[in-house]
């Protein structure tokens, strides 16, 4: 069984600063992983994923995440936050191979507050 | 525009009453999914639908049933079985359950509030 674990459920940065978002993962074959986007009363948006191709993935909004399997880790980051990033973040994990979607597994968030 | 509805956006239950939650989708999706989102838990997930006429449970179907008759919709029923039900519900789909790479597109939720 896949697991995910988001390191912080608060990370508070200045705007211009760097963002960096923690998820490790667990997983017993490849995995295809994800990070989402919450907007306060919103469902969630994806901002990017990572399917076994290029392990450092771009995204929306500036976003970009690294695949690193020696770390088990797919940390979320960005450069210089904007104040529109303020929002909660999950990362997802899919197990790869014959699998169904259905066995996605989300970690338990990371809000994320921008200070002017 | 293509995209998943969930109404109502707030709803409001009473002692011993069943609701139901509607999700309705028109991007000829093939599988639908029900989460349930408390604070700092994350997303669970409750029953998802591969087919029409078809679903399974999820992790958290105790209290929870649900309906697949048209490709286009999944409506959840909280029964009165469900005894926590105050809760963020979200409604997801995406394009072919088999593919596990496929993302999962959400719906804005609906907020369930016991009187």
């Known amino acids: 069984a896949q697991s995910v674990t988001q390191l912080g459920s608060h990370v508070s940065v200045s705007e211009g600063a760097l963002v960096l978002l923690r998820c490790n993962y667990s997983?017993?074959?490849?995995?295809?992983l994800f990070w989402y986007v919450q907007y306060p009363n919103q469902g969630l948006q994806l901002l990017l994923k990572?399917?076994?191709?290029?392990?450092l993935v771009k995204g929306i909004n500036g976003f970009e995440a690294e695949f690193k399997k020696s770390e088990t880790s797919f940390h979320l980051t960005k450069p210089s936050a904007h104040m529109s990033d303020a929002a909660e973040y999950f990362c997802a994990v899919s197990p790869g191979g014959l699998h169904n979607n259905n066995d996605m597994r989300f970690g338990a968030g990371t809000r994320l507050t921008v200070k002017p | 525009d293509g995209g998943i509805t969930q109404s109502p956006k707030y709803l409001f239950r009473k002692e011993g009453q069943n609701v139901t939650l509607s999700c309705e989708q028109n991007?000829?999706?093939?599988?639908m999914y029900w989460y349930r989102q408390d604070p700092g838990q994350g997303l669970r997930l409750i029953y998802y639908s591969q087919i029409v006429n078809d679903f399974q449970k999820g992790d958290i179907a105790e209290g929870y049933s649900v309906s697949r008759e048209k490709k286009e919709s999944f409506p959840l029923t909280v029964t009165s079985a469900q005894k926590n039900p105050t809760a963020f519900y979200l409604c997801a789909s995406s394009i072919l359950a088999s593919a596990v790479q496929e993302t999962q597109y959400f719906g804005p939720g609906t907020r369930l509030l016991v009187l």
């Open positions: 990572y399917t076994s191709a290029a392990t």
């Open positions: 997983s017993s074959v490849p995995p295809y």
């Open positions: 991007l000829n999706h093939d599988a």
